[in-house]
């Protein structure tokens, strides 16, 4: 076997293998967890990409490496997947996100199905775009949530993630494509495969050295309502807790624009200690999430009273410290599961009746 194979082959199998250890050590958690279950996807699939993408392999298992290709074709849906989960603390899945899921695997089922590659290269590069686009989005989402983030350990690594994960897995979808075109020179497979490696190893690593920050229970994504603060917190910041919730019953979150930074100078205390305050001591992972448990209630209780049944719900919004009508939609629809539309309307009819009844 020629020797540059045997080593494309040691770089892919050696990734396939940190991807399989990542994987197995999420696999107690997928069951109370969604970014657990998405990452434990991610590795599998990664694992199935880089032995599907080995040379030596598809020569000598032909049909194995075939049926790895579906799920090797989905790892980066499955990325995008798991960096919204991981980056943006969902905890509720929608239909729409399983959209790019069939694109992406289409060209290698229809191999499997017996076409030939040469036949559907076009379908190939199709999915190789997709991937890309994706990664495009993985990154908007990384750094426009650098602000609000306040898990420290994931705030700081967020460039490293867009650097070392996104741009590689972009890089490695350009080599693919270039690859089926047949431009890619022997050692460019290499380069592949090295870059495969080190970011398998490196997501793995930095996922199982910070598993409770990156990994939350479903039920801890999103805070219940009025948590306490906990007796064994020390005075100085059971001091600040409660100087924040009272800043913030006077009607500080109705400010637009409103920062974590801004919220600090008011308290007159460092922003790091207000984050960590937030985080540890009240349980919200961002600050978006914090804001919106008091603006959401105060829409609520607007909404579903008739004497403001007149006032443009875009107005309660701005009032409220919204910029547009489009963040406060998603946000209370976040929150509710209703549009501001259906839930005044409920309410409000819910209000006439219970007037109806206290009248007989």
Request: with cysteine; charged share 15%.
């Amino acid at each position: 076997m020629d020797a540059l194979i045997t080593l494309d082959m040691a770089l892919r199998g050696a990734a396939a293998g940190a991807c399989l250890i990542l994987a197995a050590a999420l696999l107690p958690l997928v069951g109370r967890s969604l970014t657990a279950r998405f990452g434990a996807l991610f590795a599998v699939a990664a694992a199935a990409y880089g032995i599907a993408s080995a040379e030596a392999m598809i020569t000598a298992l032909p049909a194995l490496t075939t049926a790895l290709k579906v799920p090797a074709m989905a790892a980066g849906v499955f990325f995008w997947w798991f960096a919204l989960a991981m980056f943006c603390d969902m905890n509720r899945w929608h239909w729409s996100r399983l959209i790019p899921l069939p694109i992406a695997v289409l060209p290698a089922a229809l191999v499997l199905l017996g076409l030939s590659e040469a036949t559907i290269s076009g379908l190939y590069i199709a999915t190789e775009i997709l991937n890309a686009a994706l990664m495009v989005h993985v990154m908007v989402i990384i750094l426009n949530g650098s602000t609000d983030d306040l898990v420290e350990c994931r705030r700081k690594s967020r460039t490293l993630w867009v650097g070392a994960v996104a741009l590689s897995i972009i890089a490695i979808t350009i080599m693919h494509t270039l690859d089926l075109a047949g431009l890619m020179p022997e050692e460019i497979h290499l380069a592949q495969a090295a870059t495969l490696l080190l970011v398998s190893c490196g997501v793995t690593a930095y996922c199982l050295s910070a598993q409770g920050d990156f990994f939350p229970e479903d039920r801890d994504v999103v805070r219940n309502r009025d948590p306490q603060i906990e007796p064994s917190v020390a005075a100085a910041d059971r001091h600040l807790a409660v100087e924040l919730r009272t800043l913030m019953a006077n009607g500080a979150y109705t400010e637009a624009g409103l920062t974590v930074g801004r919220l600090a100078d008011q308290l007159g205390t460092p922003e790091h200690r207000l984050r960590q305050v937030i985080n540890q001591q009240l349980g919200y992972r961002n600050f978006a999430a914090f804001l919106n448990e008091y603006r959401i209630k105060a829409a609520r209780d607007a909404l579903s009273d008739p004497a403001q049944s007149r006032r443009q719900i875009l107005q309660i919004a701005l009032d409220l410290g919204y910029g547009s009508i489009a963040p406060f939609n998603r946000a209370f629809r976040a929150t509710t599961g209703q549009t501001p539309t259906q839930f005044r309307r409920e309410a409000l009819e819910e209000a006439v009746t219970m007037d109806g009844v206290v009248a007989e």
